[in-house]
C-alpha cells in the first residue's frame, strides 16, 4: 500500500450528508473482477444523465453539468469535503478504489461509517474527522472564495504526522486519528505480511482454540 | 478465596476468546473460524494472493456460493444461463478460485446455493460464539447465533485468507433492549426498521450491537436473522443475540454442526454465551414492541420509516440541518408529497426476497396473505425470490409455490436479485416498489428506481391492492 505523509490539494465540496457507498459506486459496475477501472464511475448517477454500465465508455455519457465534480472549477482536487456519515451502506471496498482512481487522496468529513473508514486506512485513502463546526467553516469559506469569481481556488495542506489541515488562511485545525491507523496510512503497511509474521503465534493460538472449542476443527 | 465475578458483555467474550495478539501499530489481530465468500468481492482478493505467491492459511474455515449476480430464472441451464457475459465471468471466476485453491463450493448447480447469509445458517457452518466474515456488509444477519459477524472490504478477505485473522480495533458495546411484545401483523422486520428510525443510520458506528429483552427473546432464528441483518443498516458492523433454546435448537443436525460427544460439549460452552449481568454497555436504548405498528420507508435512508398510519413528515419535522437536506431530497428523489398518507401510494412491482426477509418463515407469512387472491393489475411484477435452493425446496414441499404463482407472482431461483439489481431483477426509472430488503438508497434496486422497505406481509398484501398497503387486514 501507498504511504500517506503529507500533501496539499485543492478541495471539491460535496455538500450532502449520509453519502452511501451505492452512490459512490453503483452496483453495474461491481460485476468486474478487476481492482481498476471504477475511478471512470464515481458518483456514476449523479455525474451522468444517462443510466451507466461497464460497456459505456465515459466518451459516450451524457453529462449533469450540475453536479458540483463536474464544474469547471473542481477538475484536479484532490480532497473531497462532505458531510456526516459517509460512505454508509454495502462492505464494497470498489468505492475506495474508485476515489483514489479519480484522484482523491483525502476525504474529510464530521464522521464516517465503519466499513467504509476501515476500507480508507487498506488502501492508502485517508479519512479525516473534523468537528462539524470547522466542516460547516470550510463549506462557507469554499462558498465565499467561489462567489467572488477571480479563480481563486481553496487548498488544503493535510500534515498527517502532525494531525493538522491548514486552511488557506493559514490557520490550522487539528485532527484526531488512533495511533494504529496513523502508523498503518504513515508506513504503508504490507499487512498481510506483518500478520504473517506472526505465525508461531497464530498457531499457538490454534492449539489453544483447538482445545476450548474441537468442533470448531473436526 | 471468593470467585471474582465476570462483567464481560457477550461481545466481550467473543472477542477475548479469538484475541491472537497485536500489531506494533496497535491493532488487534482476531482469528477467524468462518469465511464466507461470494463472488462479488472475493476476485480481487484471490488475484492478490496469487500475486503475493500466497496460499490460504486455513482451506476448511472456507466456504463460497454465488449469489449476487446470478440469474433468479432458467436456473436448469447453469452457468449457460447467465446470459450477461460480464456477469458470468464474475461467476466462473469464482468457480475457478475455487477449485483452484481447493474451497468448497455450493455452486450455481447445487441445490445448497443462495444467498450466503440464508445458507450459512441453514447449513450450520455458523454457529454460536464463532467469528464470522463476509466481504458484505450484512454478514452481521449471522450475529443471530451468538457470534462475532462482520462485513469486511476485499483487501481483508484476501488477509483473511493468506492469514486466518483480522485485523482491527474492538468495538465499543451497545444494547438495545426491546420489551413487550409484536402485534399481529408485526414482524422482526417492523421492529428492526423502527429500531433504525431511533437510532439513524449512524448512532451504531464504532459499536457491535447486542439485541435483548423479551421482545427478541420471542423471536424465531429466522426472525433473529432479519433484525441482525440490519444492523448494519443502524451503523453498527455487528450485531448479536445470545444463545438460548431457541439457538441451539436450529443448529442442532444441521450438516455442518458438530454431532455426537462434541454437540454435548459445543453446548455447554455455548450457554455461556450471554452478557453477565453486570456487564456494562457504552450505549443503551429502549423500545417497546407493543406499541409498534407495521413500518414502511418514506425515503432514500433506511432510518427514514414510518408507521403505517402515519403521514410522511415534512423536512421541517427533523432536527438538525443534515436530517432536514435528506428528508428534502428523499421526497424529491421519491416522488412523494409531505403530509401525504402512505397508502395512498401506487406501486409498480413488489419483491419478496434478500439476506432479509427470503427464509421458510418469511414465505409461508406472505403466502398466508395472499392464499385464493390475485395481485392487483397495476402490479408490473411480484417476485418472489427464495434465499436458497433448500429454502426453495422446502417452499414446494409446502405448496407455497402454488399459492403464489396462482395469485400472480413468479417463482424465482435462488439469489440476491432485486435487493441490488445486479442481474436482471430491477426496476425502471421512476418505478416504486415494496420490497423486503434492507436498504433504500437512490438507485439500489434499479436506476431512479423508488424502493420502500416493508415486511413480507405487507409486501404481499400491498402486491393484492397495488398500494401500500397494511398487512393486519389479509391476517
Request: aromatic residues 8%; glycine residues 8%.
Amino acid at each position: 500500500m501507498k504511504a500517506f505523509s503529507k500533501m496539499t490539494g485543492r478541495v471539491a465540496p460535496l455538500d450532502r450528508a449520509n453519502v452511501d457507498t451505492d452512490q459512490i459506486i453503483p452496483k453495474q459496475f461491481l460485476k468486474s473482477i478487476k481492482r481498476t477501472g471504477f475511478g471512470d464511475n464515481l458518483f456514476d448517477a449523479w455525474r451522468f444523465l444517462d443510466e451507466g454500465s461497464m460497456e459505456k465508455s465515459p466518451n459516450e455519457r451524457q453529462i449533469n453539468f450540475n453536479f458540483v465534480l463536474n464544474q469547471e472549477r473542481y477538475q484536479g482536487t484532490s480532497i473531497l469535503l462532505t458531510r456526516s456519515n459517509f460512505g454508509c451502506g454495502s462492505s464494497r471496498e470498489h468505492a475506495v478504489w474508485a476515489l483514489l482512481e479519480y484522484g482523491f487522496e483525502c476525504v474529510i468529513a464530521p464522521s464516517f461509517a465503519d466499513i467504509f473508514y476501515n476500507n480508507c486506512f487498506k488502501n492508502g485513502l485517508l479519512p479525516i474527522v473534523l468537528e462539524e463546526k470547522y466542516i460547516e467553516e470550510m463549506f462557507t469559506e469554499m462558498k465565499r472564495i467561489e462567489s467572488l469569481g477571480d479563480g481563486q481556488v481553496y487548498s488544503l495542506m493535510v500534515d498527517l504526522p502532525g494531525q493538522c489541515v491548514t486552511k488557506p488562511d493559514g490557520s490550522p485545525i487539528s485532527f484526531e486519528i488512533k495511533p494504529d491507523n496513523k502508523t498503518t496510512m504513515l508506513e504503508g503497511l504490507d499487512e498481510i505480511g506483518t500478520t504473517l509474521r506472526m505465525q508461531p503465534a497464530i498457531k499457538a493460538f490454534e492449539k489453544r482454540h483447538k482445545a476450548a472449542q474441537p468442533w470448531l476443527f473436526s | 478465596m471468593s470467585k471474582v465475578l465476570s462483567n464481560k458483555t457477550l461481545y466481550d467474550k467473543i472477542w477475548d476468546a479469538h484475541l491472537v495478539g497485536q500489531h506494533d501499530s496497535g491493532h488487534s489481530v482476531l482469528y477467524i473460524d468462518r469465511h464466507l465468500l461470494h463472488e462479488v468481492t472475493s476476485p480481487q482478493a484471490f488475484e492478490g494472493l496469487v500475486q503475493a505467491g500466497r496460499r490460504p492459511w486455513r482451506l476448511e474455515c472456507n466456504i463460497a456460493t454465488p449469489d449476487h449476480n446470478v440469474p433468479t430464472v432458467d436456473r436448469q441451464s447453469g452457468l449457460q444461463g447467465i446470459e450477461d457475459p460480464i456477469s458470468k465471468l464474475q461467476v466462473v471466476t469464482l468457480d475457478d478460485n475455487c477449485k483452484t485453491f481447493g474451497i468448497e463450493q455450493f455452486d450455481i448447480n447445487d441445490i445448497r446455493q443462495g444467498i450466503v447469509h440464508v445458507v450459512g445458517p441453514e447449513q450450520g457452518l455458523t454457529l454460536p460464539g464463532m467469528t464470522v466474515v463476509c466481504g458484505d456488509s450484512h454478514t452481521s444477519t449471522h450475529g443471530a447465533f451468538g457470534a462475532l459477524a462482520q462485513g469486511i472490504g476485499t483487501s481483508e478477505v484476501e488477509h483473511v485468507l493468506a492469514t486466518q485473522c483480522l485485523v482491527q480495533s474492538k468495538s465499543k458495546n451497545m444494547r438495545i433492549f426491546i420489551d413487550g411484545q409484536l402485534g399481529k401483523g408485526v414482524y422482526a422486520k417492523d421492529l428492526i426498521m423502527a429500531v433504525i428510525r431511533q437510532t439513524g443510520t449512524a448512532g451504531g458506528t464504532g459499536c457491535t450491537i447486542e439485541f435483548c429483552g423479551s421482545a427478541i427473546e420471542a423471536l424465531s432464528m429466522e426472525a433473529r436473522m432479519t433484525v441482525c441483518n440490519m444492523a448494519i443498516e443502524a451503523g453498527a458492523r455487528a450485531g448479536l443475540i445470545a444463545v438460548d433454546e431457541v439457538t441451539l435448537n436450529y443448529v442442532k443436525n444441521r450438516p455442518y454442526a458438530p454431532k455426537g460427544e462434541q454437540w454435548n460439549q459445543a453446548v455447554s460452552y455455548w450457554q455461556s454465551l450471554v452478557s453477565d449481568p453486570g456487564a456494562s454497555f457504552d450505549q443503551e436504548i429502549t423500545l417497546n414492541a407493543s406499541e409498534l405498528e407495521p413500518q414502511v420507508s418514506w425515503g432514500t435512508s433506511p432510518e427514514l420509516v414510518m408507521g403505517i398510519s402515519e403521514k410522511i413528515p415534512e423536512p421541517g419535522d427533523f432536527s438538525s440541518p443534515d436530517k432536514q437536506e435528506l428528508a428534502a431530497h428523499s421526497l424529491a428523489y421519491m416522488g412523494l408529497s409531505a403530509g401525504q398518507s402512505i397508502s395512498e401510494v401506487s406501486l409498480d412491482r413488489v419483491f419478496i426476497g434478500s439476506c432479509t426477509n427470503a427464509r421458510i418463515e418469511d414465505l409461508r407469512v406472505a403466502a398466508e396473505v395472499v392464499k385464493g387472491q390475485q395481485t392487483s393489475k397495476q402490479i408490473k411484477q411480484a417476485l418472489i425470490v427464495p434465499g436458497s435452493g433448500l429454502v426453495r425446496q422446502q417452499a414446494e414441499a409446502e405448496g407455497l409455490h402454488e399459492i403464489f404463482k396462482a395469485a400472480g407472482f413468479e417463482w424465482r431461483d435462488p439469489g440476491c436479485s432485486m435487493c441490488l439489481a445486479m442481474n436482471d431483477d430491477r426496476l425502471l426509472p421512476k418505478e416504486r416498489s415494496v420490497s423486503t430488503s434492507n436498504r433504500n438508497f437512490e438507485g439500489r434496486q434499479g436506476h431512479l428506481g423508488r424502493t420502500h422497505l416493508v415486511s413480507p406481509a405487507m409486501a404481499a398484501a400491498s402486491a393484492l391492492t397495488g398500494k401500500i398497503t397494511d398487512p393486519r387486514k389479509y391476517l
